[in-house]
């Protein structure tokens, strides 16, 4: 089965548990028991990098179970009500933005494991140059990924930002816009590729767990891609207090293991770049 077909049948929702014997440390998290790490990932690739460690998790003592979302907003809600002991989908200034819009949220990052390009998606033009003007691109609705977008933008000479603004721009601060471009950005991020498929607007910005979860490849199908420089890496969050538990950070060392790391290297084909940090 190739690579990419193999992405579109992850999409199915399930919960995944493995069992062992072991002993871990105590946590006030929503696992049955002390040696189960209960962790909410998004399908692709976050549950898919989970399930390739499991069987060596095992073999350091603890127990892993898995609950897949398919969305943004419910795997930090598990968290903060206990359903879960950590999750796994997100970046820095996503759990920022989250944390200043629920003050309940209080939450830590345990460390990175990778980045996910973000690419620029097209069915009408080869390249980010090719753009009209007047030309509308879709983005997130997501507002903490705004920064990102613009930043990404800026760097592939689209657009110029306002002195001193990165992750942190909004529209407003677009100082340069020569092309006139138009962003929509009431689009949930998971639709997105939907919206490509439909030739929606002139190019769709995707993130690259959605594209590869909706068959496409990153390498192959964007016009424009992130490069392994970007700030966004993925983290494993706990609640504050529960990053040091040993089931995380055993999680944690196995995910930085080399041999771990060229795995999601080979099996992503460059489309996910693993972290250390």
């Known amino acids: ?118 690419g620029v998606y097209s069915k009408k033009y080869k390249s980010l140059d090719e753009l009209p003007k007047g030309a509308t691109i879709l983005t997130s609705s997501n507002v903490a990924e705004r920064g990102r977008v613009l930043t990404f933008l800026q760097n592939e000479g689209l657009i110029k930002l306002k002195d001193g603004k990165t992750t942190d721009a909004q529209l407003k601060d677009i100082a340069e816009n020569p092309k006139n471009i138009k962003f929509k950005t009431n689009i949930e991020a998971s639709l997105l590729p939907q919206a490509y498929k439909n030739n929606e607007g002139d190019a769709v910005l995707i993130n690259t767990n959605y594209a590869i979860d909706n068959g496409l490849n990153p390498l192959k199908d964007t016009i424009a891609l992130e490069d392994e420089s970007s700030p966004y890496v993925n983290i494993i969050v706990t609640r504050d207090g529960d990053e040091k538990d040993k089931r995380v950070t055993t999680l944690l060392d196995i995910l930085h293991e080399k041999k771990n790391q060229d795995w999601i290297t080979k099996e992503y084909k460059g489309a996910v770049v693993p972290v250390s940090k």
């Open 1 to 118: 089965m190739k690579l990419w077909k193999k992405f579109v049948g992850t999409a199915t929702v399930s919960v995944l548990a493995v069992s062992l014997a072991a002993c871990g440390e105590e946590s006030s998290s929503g696992s049955s028991d002390s040696k189960t790490l209960v962790i909410g990932a998004s399908n692709v690739p976050h549950a898919e990098i989970l399930e390739h460690v499991q069987k060596e998790y095992e073999a350091k003592g603890y127990k892993l179970e898995i609950k897949k979302f398919q969305d943004y907003v419910l795997p930090n809600k598990a968290l903060a009500e206990k359903e879960i002991d950590a999750n796994y989908f997100q970046h820095v200034p996503y759990l920022e933005q989250q944390e200043k819009e629920n003050k309940d949220y209080k939450f830590a990052s345990a460390g990175g494991v990778h980045v996910e390009p973000l």
